[in-house]
């Protein structure tokens, strides 16, 4: 069965240093896609990075990066350089063509940058 | 070009009512996923629906829930007889293929 895990459920954070979110994957389907959601106290949901499970590099957008580690099934979430803005839920999620490309997500970590 | 839009925003029901829930796709999407969540928790699938068909609704509750996306309109999420437990955020995301699926503000949901 499919499933994602997030193991921290919160996180305070000093602002401008680096955070890590762990997410963790379970998977049959050598295909597969990993998502990065943030969610702030606004509601909606904002997509922030992918990593296909192909891919050779690791994504990597602006102050997001994420951390493939295949053979752990990892998918780290990596924000350099925190800033308050940064206070949000975030979501990691994973699509799998077997699932009818639903979206398999994780409970989230509510990360908290402290000034 | 307008992001996937969702309304209402926020949507009060009392118990045994119907909610009605729309969803309107990017342009040029065909795929529309239906997703809840409850408080504190993540999003949990519901149903996948292209253009007249329903594609997956294993996420759905067999009785009260249904979908559809109509030739023409929005995709609507429909809840019969709400009861408390149906109280949750409601988001609808939408692609053009199987990639990325971009989402809506989401609908909030409570029910009295």
């Known amino acids: 069965a499919q499933k994602i895990t997030q193991t921290q459920p919160g996180m305070f954070v000093q602002e401008k240093e680096a955070v890590t979110l762990d997410c963790t994957y379970d998977t049959s389907d050598p295909s597969y896609g990993l ?3 943030k969610q702030p106290s606004s509601g909606e949901m904002i ?52 699932s009818n490309y639903q979206l398999i997500w994780g409970a989230g970590t509510k990360l908290i940058i402290k000034p | 070009n307008a992001g996937v839009m969702q309304n209402p925003r926020h949507l009060v029901r009392r118990r045994g009512q119907e909610a009605r829930l ?14 809840r969540q409850l408080p504190e928790e993540g999003l949990k699938f519901m149903v996948y629906l292209q253009k007249e068909n329903i594609i997956d609704e294993s996420g759905m509750p067999k009785e009260r829930f249904s979908a559809e996306f109509p030739k023409e309109g929005p995709s609507i999420l429909r809840i019969q007889q709400v009861v408390r ?19 809506g503000p989401g609908t909030r949901l409570t029910v009295l």
Not at chain 1, 59 to 69: C, I, K, P, V
Not at chain 1, 73 to 78: E, F, G, R
Not at chain 1, 80 to 87: H, P, R, V
């Open chain 1, 35 to 37: 998502f990065w959601y």
């Open chain 1, 47 to 98: 997509f922030l990075i992918y990593q296909g499970s192909y891919d050779q590099q690791n994504a990597t957008e602006g102050r997001y990066s994420l951390n493939f580690q295949k053979a752990r099934k990892s998918a780290n979430l990596v924000i350099s350089a925190s800033q308050l803005g940064d206070s949000a839920m975030y979501f990691c999620a994973m699509r799998v063509p077997d």
């Open chain 2, 22 to 35: 729309r969803c309107s796709p990017m342009k040029g999407h065909s795929h529309v996923y239906w997703y």
């Open chain 2, 85 to 103: 437990g149906d109280s949750a955020a409601y988001f609808c995301a939408s692609s053009r293929n199987t990639n990325e699926q971009f989402f």
